[in-house]
Nanobody, 121 residues
């Protein structure tokens, strides 16, 4: 299977920046889409941004202009650069990747363990 490991969360003041990283490992054949989601306490998990293997990106309206998603296909890694952070950005951020693995070209959709982002006012 495929494992995702996230890093880069933490506590930051409003207006500050954070950069999240997520690295995929395992018997990966190819990764199609990679993305970041977030879940605040008592709320559902929502898409923040995603990126295709060709580099096409999609952002939630709430983060447009403040967040940039990027990836390195050779390293199976995706990043989320977050600027001008607001208290409402506080959440657990999860990485997700979809693709194929192994000799059988099986499909996978994996999630990271989550990393906490806390923005203080």
């Amino acid at each position: 299977q495929v494992q995702l490991v996230e890093s880069g969360g933490g506590l930051v003041q409003a207006g500050g920046s954070l950069r999240l990283s997520c690295a995929a490992s395992g018997s990966i054949f190819s990764i199609d889409d990679m993305g970041w989601y977030r879940q605040a306490p008592g709320k559902q998990r929502d898409l923040v941004a995603n990126i295709t293997s060709r580099g096409s990106t999609n952002y939630a309206d709430s983060v447009k202009g403040r967040v940039t998603i990027s990836r390195d296909n050779a390293k199976n890694t995706v990043w989320l650069q977050m600027n001008s952070l607001k208290p409402e950005d506080t959440a657990v951020y999860y990485c997700n990747a979809d693709g194929h693995y192994g000799r059988s070209y099986s499909h996978f959709s994996s999630w990271g363990q989550g990393t906490q982002v806390t923005v203080s006012s």
